[in-house]
């Protein structure tokens, strides 16, 4: 048995004990197997109470959005970090056949979409201890809308083109528009997969799709994009959601009309300017999104206020003056925007902002086309207009109030 250098024992003691030196270590190597059994079984139980106590303390997983309401899920509950929008056509035969077909990939979509949110679709891929984290929205486009007669708000209308637009026609427009959102990437891209395999069976054909992300954002707090800067600060409370967003009562009050573009960014351009060359231009600070006539984040920005030589605090060709609300007496649109990043040289926003008229898109980006700081850095690529649905009760469809 080994012992300590100053505690070593004298052989003659060991003798008087009656144990030979062969029976001594024979007892230790016992004992200190018995030990270490033992010193085993307490850390064990010291490891089960700290793995009991750390399951006890976490949260739980959050609950399942549910995809029944009176609006899509897709824009009432929180922004989830990745997207994926797709478009669908319906090849045309005639108007009778072509509703039928619409109400056929409608419910599609709606049982195929509303079991994905409850987590009870039959597929070994989305089987997990959680919930999912999904949300979804649909919309038809203005050319299915007119071509069937469908009960649509009057304003539902394709975008004229602007300046400076290099639209690819086979990344935009289409007669149903889909988006996607999710937690995670897995359940996106199989939920999406199954969405597009459902339609298809019930008539559709796809048409062009599109994949986006957000980075991570603490709760409560505005996302960045690939700019650098907060995007999405002066979107409209409750209040003025309900006078600019949301349809006006009727069959329509539940919907909204969506304008998706696709911007591509020039990042590295943009990040070679100074610090406050990119301030003038956006007319906010990158570190904390305050306007440059504010304070705090969500401040006002005061368009009008100037320096003493009489030159505005917030330039005339910034970005966000040219699109302030006090522009176009207080009118607003609720963006939801994400990133997207096809490669080094194809990376931007894709730009998804929902209003009552999407005439407010027109008179915003014409200014912004004609005097924009920001345009040598962004250039429009694809856009697509959508009547998005009211949302659909348990056991009903989406697009039930088309056919009114």
Request: aromatic share 6%.
């Amino acid at each position: 048995m080994h012992t300590e250098p100053g505690n070593a024992q004298e052989p003659a003691r060991i003798a008087a004990t009656g144990l030979d030196r062969r029976s001594l270590l024979t007892a230790g190597a016992v004992l200190a197997a018995g030990i270490g059994t033992a010193a085993e079984g307490v850390v064990s139980s010291v490891r089960a109470s700290r793995r009991g106590a750390a399951s006890s303390a976490a949260p739980p997983p959050p609950a399942a959005i549910s995809f029944h309401g009176a609006r899509q899920a897709g824009l009432t509950a929180p922004q989830l970090p990745v997207t994926q929008l797709f478009s669908l056509d319906l090849p045309p035969t005639s108007a009778t056949a072509d509703r039928e077909t619409l109400r056929t990939v409608l419910e599609a979509l709606t049982r195929t979409l509303s079991t994905a949110a409850a987590g009870t679709l039959p597929d070994l891929r989305l089987r997990t201890d959680d919930p999912a984290r999904l949300t979804s929205l649909v919309g038809v486009g203005p050319a299915l809308a007119s071509r069937l007669g469908l009960n649509v708000p009057g304003e539902l209308a394709d975008l004229p083109p602007y300046p400076g637009d290099r639209l690819d026609p086979a990344r935009g427009n289409g007669d149903v528009l889909v988006q996607l959102c999710a937690a995670d990437r897995w359940t996106l891209t199989v939920v999406a997969e199954l969405a597009t395999t459902a339609a298809r069976a019930a008539g559709a054909v796809p048409r062009w799709t599109q994949s986006g992300f957000l980075p991570p954002t603490p709760p409560g707090t505005t996302a960045r994009n690939l700019f650098g800067f907060k995007d999405g600060t002066a979107n409209p409370d409750d209040e003025a959601a309900r006078q600019w967003v949301w349809g006006p009562p009727g069959a329509h009050e539940n919907g909204t009309i969506l304008v998706y573009r696709r911007i591509r960014m020039d990042v590295a351009g943009f990040a070679a300017l100074p610090e406050d060359r990119q301030n003038m231009t956006i007319g906010r600070r990158s570190g904390d999104g305050v306007p440059l006539t504010g304070t705090a984040e969500h401040d006002e920005p005061d368009i009008y206020a100037k320096h003493p030589d009489g030159s505005y605090v917030i330039p005339a060709t910034s970005h966000i003056r040219l699109s302030s609300p006090r522009l176009d007496r207080g009118a607003r649109m609720l963006r939801r925007g994400y990133s997207y990043d096809d490669g080094l040289d194809d990376r931007g926003l894709l730009f998804c902002a929902f209003m009552r008229d999407p005439a407010l898109f027109t008179r915003v980006q014409e200014r912004l086309a004609a005097r924009d700081a920001l345009s040598p850095f962004v250039e429009h690529q694809a856009s697509a207009v959508a009547y998005v649905l009211p949302g659909a009760a348990p056991g009903g469809t989406l697009g039930e109030q088309l056919w009114a």
